[in-house]
T-cell receptor
């Protein structure tokens, strides 16, 4: 059972455009939502993360938007650059017990399938 | 460089071979992880070690055998693998395991690309 659903699978954006990647989850025990960036030949690296007590977090050109009621969160890359071309993974982690918990393990990261972003120059 | 080094970077093996993947972290972390990354699938957590004790084994077939001799080194021993085991195997480490601390970030190595013929 996939705990985190990510879309789109691939994304092509022109340089200077906005890249948007969406993720959704069901488990209300999730309370930590990181995004990882992976370049070819490299392992994933933490890009930005958010907790559900805020609706938005911005770091440079990267912004996470979080909608707790809809159980959705998204990554926005403003002024996308060719150097942003990579695979992006959203993830979620439960750090407390919840009556709606669906068999998740505390502290474990549950990843989406990934989005391959290509930014054309 | 993330401080997590994996060797070899590429490995081709037959189904009857025995090989080992190695991971080394220079970050002073207490937890180490093995993940399997297959095309168009979420990263699959295989094993977790915390303070050299295995704390998670996520229904991984016995043809994969992990070993953690100390907190800096993690091995994945492979034997009688199947073609469907071909994937990128990633090692990661974090300061501690299963703590709700945003500073408990997982740092990944570059992976070993495994092909089983």
């Amino acid at each position: 059972q996939q705990q985190v659903k990510q879309s789109p699978q691939s994304l092509i954006v022109q340089k200077g455009g906005i890249s948007i990647i969406n993720c959704a989850y069901e488990n209300t025990a999730f309370d930590y939502f990181p995004w990882y960036q992976q370049f070819p030949g490299k392992g994933p690296a933490l890009l930005i993360a958010i907790r559900p007590d805020v609706s938005e977090k911005k770091e440079g050109r990267f912004t996470i938007s979080f909608n707790k009621s809809a159980k959705q969160f998204s990554l926005h890359i403003m002024d996308s650059q060719p150097g942003d071309s990579a695979t992006y993974f959203c993830a979620a982690s439960p750090n407390h017990r919840d009556e709606f918990d669906r068999g998740s393990t505390l502290g474990r990261l549950y990843f989406g399938r990934g989005t391959q972003l290509t930014v054309w120059p | 460089e993330t401080g997590v080094t994996q060797t070899p970077r590429h490995l081709v093996m037959g189904m009857t071979n025995k090989k080992s993947l190695k991971c080394e972290q220079h970050l002073g972390h207490n937890a180490m992880y093995w993940y399997k990354q297959s095309a168009k699938k979420p990263l699959e957590l295989m094993f977790v070690y915390s303070l050299e004790e295995r704390v998670e084994n996520n229904s991984v077939p016995s043809r994969f055998s992990p070993e953690c001799p100390n907190s800096s080194h993690l091995f994945l021993h492979l034997h009688t693998l199947q073609p469907e085991d071909s994937a990128l195997y990633l090692c990661a480490s974090s300061q501690d395991y299963a703590r709700g601390d945003p500073k408990n970030i997982q740092y990944f190595g570059a992976g070993t690309r495994l092909s089983v013929l």
